[in-house]
């Protein structure tokens, strides 16, 4: 056996028929060259005591390293078998922590850019496509505008911390329901991606609710009512309009502000709202009272005793505000509602008048009904008018009573808008409107 020289490294070739040809060194046992076609690699070979299987190690390239560099490493390798090392074992075992590593750091760039805004964007296209267009946009919209630090963090860094501060934080503002609803959107919205193994936890489970719900018993009075409609009057179009609409018909904030002229029949007499715009998933047909048509009127900048014309196109929203270039359904409702609040206090400032109790736009709905039922209106008509699945005709009755009372309705909201504009305008009630209260006080 020869000792490994450059001279016979140079030297050795493959034989014909052979893929590879080998030669050993006889200064250090177990070191061998290998040749195959392109290439001449150092090894350092050996027997498994435990096994007798043959073993060996890659130690580099002739040229690479120095056939006395290959020797020092294999004397190095040949000591560490000596003393029960295992460099095939050694070899696997940094492979594998290799491999873990670079799926550890796959793992966390993927976890970098799954944010919460892209969860969240996830959640509506893929899970809530399958539920109301108006439940999907307001549950993505309030958990974007609760989370509005955090949209760009990674999803799986929020913690039960960081929910509980946002949580608290509507809380302490006074805003336990808008705390309870962030609860159920993120949980929901968590819920399912770690159903989908797409994160490891859900940092808004086992979290308490809010410890007090806000009451929902707000009834504006008459005089309140009047104040209202007329500070909604000094608002700008479209935004004092669609306040007194919204008074007018008792249809919920989002309803009036997506109302597109398609919407509404030809004479302006009713408004049918589709399927997909209620909160109930049904078809809702409201009457427009006369003071609602000369809003719609007005919008359409026709005088009362003209003609209508033909009505604008039915995909154009009512109440639009121009954004981009494009109508755009009302938005900054906080700000209206504080100029409403401004110029309320103001009227009342003027008579020296205590400050109006909180209130909030949604209290119409109530206020309506309340002045409905006073004034003799049964209550399945108020359930059919606010379109609610529950209310004085429910359960097995609901099943069999597909009554829409639409005469009564109308009714209703006749009724209704004329006692807002005799508390707004000072407009005299007809005589058909005898509020229950006089009636009784007359028997």
């Given at each position: 056996?020869?000792?490994?020289?450059?001279?016979t490294?140079?030297?050795?070739?493959?034989?014909?028929?052979?893929?590879?040809?080998?030669?050993?060194?006889?200064?250090?046992?177990?070191?061998?060259?290998?040749?195959?076609?392109?290439?001449?690699?150092?090894?350092?070979?050996?027997?498994?005591?435990?096994?007798?299987?043959?073993?060996?190690?890659?130690?580099?390239?002739?040229g690479?390293?120095?056939?006395?560099?290959?020797?020092?490493?294999?004397?190095?390798?040949?000591?560490?078998?000596?003393?029960?090392?295992?460099?095939?074992?050694?070899?696997?075992?940094?492979?594998?922590e290799?491999?873990?590593?670079?799926?550890?750091?796959?793992?966390?760039?993927?976890?970098?850019a799954?944010?919460?805004?892209?969860?969240?964007?996830?959640w509506?296209?893929?899970?809530?496509?399958?539920?109301?267009?108006r439940?999907?946009?307001?549950?993505?919209?309030?958990?974007?505008?609760?989370?509005?630090?955090?949209?760009a963090?990674?999803?799986?860094?929020?913690?039960?911390?960081?929910?509980l501060?946002?949580?608290?934080?509507f809380?302490?503002?006074?805003?336990?329901?808008?705390a309870?609803?962030?609860?159920?959107?993120?949980?929901?919205?968590?819920?399912?991606?770690?159903?989908?193994?797409?994160?490891?936890?859900?940092?808004?489970?086992?979290?308490?609710?809010?410890?007090?719900?806000?009451?929902?018993?707000?009834?504006?009075?008459?005089?309140?009512?009047?104040?209202?409609?007329?500070?909604?009057?000094?608002?700008?179009?479209?935004?004092?309009?669609?306040?007194k609409?919204?008074?007018?018909?008792?249809?919920?904030?989002?309803e009036?502000?997506?109302?597109?002229?398609?919407?509404?029949?030809?004479?302006?007499?009713?408004?049918?709202?589709?399927?997909?715009?209620?909160?109930?998933?049904?078809a809702?047909?409201?009457?427009?009272?006369?003071?609602?048509?000369?809003?719609?009127?007005?919008?359409?900048?026709?005088?009362?005793?003209?003609?209508l014309?033909?009505?604008?196109?039915?995909?154009?929203?009512?109440?639009?505000?121009?954004?981009?270039?494009?109508?755009?359904?009302?938005g900054?409702?906080?700000?209206?509602?504080?100029?409403?609040?401004?110029?309320?206090?103001?009227?009342?400032?003027?008579?020296?008048?205590?400050?109006?109790?909180?209130?909030v736009?949604?209290?119409?709905?109530?206020?309506?009904?309340?002045?409905?039922?006073?004034?003799?209106?049964?209550?399945?008509?108020?359930?059919?008018?606010?379109?609610?699945?529950q209310?004085?005709?429910?359960?097995?009755?609901?099943?069999?009573?597909?009554?829409?009372?639409?005469?009564?309705r109308?009714?209703?909201?006749?009724?209704?808008?004329?006692?807002?504009?005799?508390?707004?305008?000072?407009?005299?009630?007809?005589?058909?409107?005898?509020?229950l209260?006089?009636?009784?006080?007359?028997t």
């Amino acid at each position: 056996m020869p000792s490994l020289t450059d001279r016979t490294v140079a030297a050795l070739s493959i034989p014909e028929g052979k893929r590879e040809a080998w030669l050993s060194d006889a200064v250090v046992k177990g070191l061998r060259l290998r040749a195959t076609p392109g290439s001449k690699t150092f090894f350092v070979c050996w027997t498994d005591r435990a096994t007798g299987e043959r073993r060996r190690e890659k130690l580099g390239a002739w040229g690479s390293i120095t056939i006395e560099q290959a020797r020092d490493a294999a004397r190095i390798v040949m000591g560490r078998i000596a003393a029960g090392a295992d460099p095939a074992a050694e070899r696997a075992a940094r492979a594998a922590e290799a491999a873990r590593r670079k799926a550890e750091a796959a793992r966390a760039a993927s976890e970098a850019a799954f944010t919460l805004d892209a969860l969240l964007t996830d959640w509506q296209a893929l899970h809530l496509c399958n539920r109301r267009p108006r439940y999907a946009a307001e549950a993505t919209r309030a958990m974007r505008a609760a989370f509005k630090a955090h949209l760009a963090t990674p999803a799986a860094a929020l913690d039960h911390a960081a929910v509980l501060r946002v949580v608290d934080g509507f809380t302490k503002a006074g805003k336990p329901t808008t705390a309870g609803l962030i609860l159920r959107y993120g949980s929901a919205c968590y819920g399912w991606a770690v159903k989908r193994r797409r994160l490891a936890h859900n940092p808004f489970a086992g979290l308490p609710k809010p410890d007090h719900k806000a009451e929902r018993d707000r009834v504006l009075t008459d005089a309140e009512i009047g104040e209202v409609w007329r500070a909604a009057g000094t608002l700008p179009a479209p935004y004092g309009p669609a306040v007194k609409l919204l008074l007018l018909t008792l249809a919920r904030r989002d309803e009036v502000n997506g109302m597109t002229w398609g919407e509404i029949a030809p004479d302006l007499s009713a408004w049918t709202q589709p399927p997909r715009r209620t909160k109930n998933g049904e078809a809702h047909v409201v009457h427009l009272a006369a003071p609602a048509r000369a809003l719609l009127r007005d919008r359409l900048g026709i005088a009362p005793d003209a003609p209508l014309p033909a009505l604008p196109p039915s995909d154009a929203l009512v109440f639009g505000v121009l954004h981009g270039g494009a109508l755009r359904p009302i938005g900054g409702h906080n700000w209206v509602k504080r100029e409403l609040d401004k110029a309320i206090a103001k009227e009342r400032a003027t008579r020296g008048a205590e400050p109006m109790q909180p209130w909030v736009l949604h209290d119409f709905r109530r206020t309506g009904v309340t002045w409905l039922a006073g004034a003799g209106f049964p209550p399945h008509v108020a359930d059919r008018l606010l379109n609610h699945t529950q209310g004085a005709i429910n359960g097995v009755a609901r099943i069999y009573q597909r009554n829409q009372f639409l005469p009564e309705r109308a009714a209703a909201l006749d009724a209704w808008a004329a006692h807002v504009l005799a508390m707004g305008e000072g407009a005299p009630m007809p005589a058909v409107v005898v509020p229950l209260e006089r009636r009784r006080a007359r028997t």
